[in-house]
């Protein structure tokens, strides 16, 4: 049998052996080439993937950089194609808030007065007036039109339209019925004064303005810096939604100081990040700054600068940074109305948030990203929010051509 099988077998039991060993050899080498070719074409990937982000993070540095003087923008044109915005002429505006009238004034700012409107839809409008007069605020004026129209946002207040009648000059706002988060903060509920805000609330306002600054920053190219992010351009809906208005308007207007103490340059006293007020270095983490004196007054109750508290106390920032991360004294700053409507806990992330957004290094403070991150988790556990809560919402990236930016100001985003 044996001898029949070796007689008729092609291979010796030796070879067959021999046979078997390079099979597997050939196996391995097979196994081996795959692996070495699977590594490199993973090493590939990898390498360009890195070449892809340093190539986005170069363009995105130098799509941010201030324009040389050869870059100077030219005068942008407001076209339909450019723009959602309403044009409205000065008689419809004057029909809409019956001839401007005194009664429908919902405030003042630093670039002039807003009032409340009705259109001929019956939709309920916020109109304001800008008191512009020079030819280089008319420009700046088309400028924000232009970029204000292309971003939307269900966190950002939405622009309407606009009038550029002769020398009339007014923006047409969607109108928000429970004004802005400051009238909130400091009121004593007296005299018809709306009752300060409970913590949930509080906390819910702080997350969508978040998110507002979020998009300036993160979701339009280059990132558009606020400069004037503070309680009053914090406008509430009927459900105490928030919305972050008067983005890019502090670029917007005369230095014309009235009350309000809003120049270009400047911002608004209290919410400027140190080194902008110093330098005139304006970058994305100047919001964050102002964001984290925004947090401060939901968490104290006190307004940013008050030189009538006593001495030590009369600027928020000073006052409350060294006491922000102690637990025994960060009892101290809460807005006593707030008492029971916490815990300590969650008390402690946020001023450990607002601590870190103050900071007067600019590189120590968080991207907006990150705070909105820190601040989802402490609003999640709290009553369910259809719009706090539901399914993140995705924006898409904004493009915004360099005409359409104030090059002398949006001069870089550091991160
Ligand atoms: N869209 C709006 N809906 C409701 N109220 C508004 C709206 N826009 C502005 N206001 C009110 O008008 C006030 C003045 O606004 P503004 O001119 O932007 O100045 P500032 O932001 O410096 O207070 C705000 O504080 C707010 O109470
Ligand atoms: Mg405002």
Same mark, same amino acid.
């Given at each position: 049998?044996?001898?029949?099988?070796?007689?008729?077998?092609?291979?010796?039991?030796?070879?067959?052996?021999?046979?078997?060993?390079?099979?597997?050899?050939?196996?391995?080498?097979?196994?081996?080439?795959?692996?070495?070719?699977?590594?490199?074409?993973?090493?590939?990937?990898?390498?360009?993937?890195?070449?892809?982000?340093?190539?986005?993070?170069?363009?995105?540095?130098?799509?941010?950089?201030?324009?040389?003087?050869?870059?100077?923008?030219?005068?942008?044109?407001?076209?339909?194609?450019?723009?959602?915005?309403?044009?409205?002429?000065?008689?419809?505006?004057?029909?809409?808030?019956?001839?401007?009238?005194?009664?429908?004034?919902?405030?003042?700012?630093?670039?002039?007065?807003?009032?409340?409107?009705?259109?001929?839809?019956?939709?309920?409008?916020?109109?304001?007036?800008?008191?512009?007069?020079?030819?280089?605020?008319?420009?700046?004026?088309?400028?924000?039109?232009?970029?204000?129209?292309?971003?939307?946002?269900?966190?950002?207040?939405?622009?309407?339209?606009?009038?550029?009648?002769?020398?009339?000059?007014?923006?047409?706002?969607?109108?928000?019925?429970?004004?802005?988060?400051?009238?909130?903060?400091?009121?004593?509920?007296?005299?018809?004064?709306?009752?300060?805000?409970?913590?949930?609330?509080?906390?819910?306002?702080?997350?969508?303005?978040?998110?507002?600054?979020?998009?300036?920053?993160?979701?339009?190219?280059?990132?558009?810096?606020?400069?004037?992010?503070?309680?009053?351009?914090? @406008?509430? =809906? /009927?459900?105490?939604?928030?919305?972050?208005? $008067?983005?890019? !308007?502090?670029?917007?207007? *005369?230095? +014309?100081?009235?009350?309000?103490?809003?120049?270009?340059?400047?911002?608004?006293?209290?919410?400027?990040?140190?080194?902008?007020?110093?330098?005139?270095?304006?970058?994305?983490?100047?919001?964050?700054?102002?964001?984290?004196?925004?947090?401060?007054?939901?968490?104290?109750?006190?307004?940013?600068?008050?030189?009538?508290?006593?001495?030590?106390?009369?600027?928020?920032?000073?006052?409350?940074?060294?006491? @922000?991360? =102690? /637990?025994?004294?960060?009892?101290?700053?809460? $807005?006593?109305? !707030?008492?029971?409507?916490? *815990?300590? +806990?969650?008390?402690?992330?946020?001023?450990?948030?607002?601590?870190?957004?103050?900071?007067?290094?600019?590189?120590?403070?968080?991207?907006?990203?990150?705070?909105?991150?820190?601040?989802?988790?402490?609003?999640?556990?709290?009553?369910?929010?259809?719009?706090?809560?539901?399914?993140?919402?995705?924006?898409?990236?904004?493009?915004?051509?360099?005409?359409?930016?104030?090059?002398?100001?949006?001069?870089?985003?550091? =991160?």
């Amino acid at each position: 049998m044996v001898r029949y099988l070796e007689e008729n077998s092609s291979l010796s039991p030796p070879a067959v052996t021999q046979f078997n060993g390079d099979r597997r050899k050939a196996g391995i080498a097979l196994v081996v080439i795959v692996v070495i070719a699977a590594l490199a074409v993973v090493a590939l990937l990898v390498a360009f993937s890195y070449y892809w982000y340093i190539r986005n993070k170069v363009r995105r540095r130098f799509t941010t950089e201030r324009p040389t003087e050869s870059d100077e923008p030219a005068p942008p044109v407001l076209s339909s194609c450019h723009t959602e915005a309403q044009v409205f002429t000065f008689k419809q505006l004057q029909v809409a808030t019956s001839n401007f009238s005194q009664n429908n004034v919902i405030g003042h700012g630093g670039f002039g007065s807003v009032y409340k409107g009705v259109l001929q839809d019956g939709s309920k409008v916020a109109v304001k007036q800008l008191d512009l007069g020079s030819k280089q605020g008319e420009q700046e004026f088309r400028v924000e039109v232009d970029v204000l129209s292309r971003l939307h946002s269900p966190y950002l207040l939405a622009l309407i339209g606009y009038c550029a009648d002769h020398d009339h000059r007014l923006l047409v706002y969607e109108y928000m019925p429970n004004g802005s988060l400051q009238e909130h903060l400091y009121s004593d509920g007296s005299s018809g004064t709306p009752p300060k805000l409970d913590w949930e609330t509080r906390m819910r306002i702080a997350l969508d303005a978040a998110r507002g600054v979020e998009y300036l920053h993160e979701y339009v190219d280059p990132p558009v810096i606020h400069r004037d992010f503070k309680s009053s351009n914090i @406008l509430l =809906d /009927r459900n105490y939604h928030a919305k972050v208005s $008067d983005f890019g !308007l502090a670029k917007l207007g *005369s230095d +014309k100081v009235g009350g309000h103490v809003s120049t270009r340059v400047l911002g608004t006293q209290g919410y400027v990040a140190p080194e902008y007020a110093l330098t005139g270095h304006l970058t994305t983490k100047s919001d964050v700054y102002s964001y984290g004196v925004v947090l401060l007054e939901l968490l104290t109750g006190r307004v940013p600068v008050d030189m009538k508290r006593p001495p030590g106390q009369g600027v928020l920032v000073s006052w409350a940074l060294p006491q @922000l991360t =102690d /637990r025994e004294k960060l009892i101290q700053i809460i $807005d006593p109305v !707030l008492e029971g409507q916490f *815990s300590m +806990k969650e008390f402690m992330q946020v001023a450990a948030i607002a601590a870190m957004c103050v900071q007067p290094e600019a590189d120590y403070r968080p991207l907006m990203a990150d705070v909105v991150q820190s601040l989802v988790p402490l609003v999640k556990h709290l009553r369910p929010s259809s719009r706090v809560i539901g399914t993140p919402l995705h924006h898409n990236i904004v493009t915004l051509q360099s005409s359409s930016i104030d090059s002398g100001s949006s001069s870089a985003a550091n =991160d």
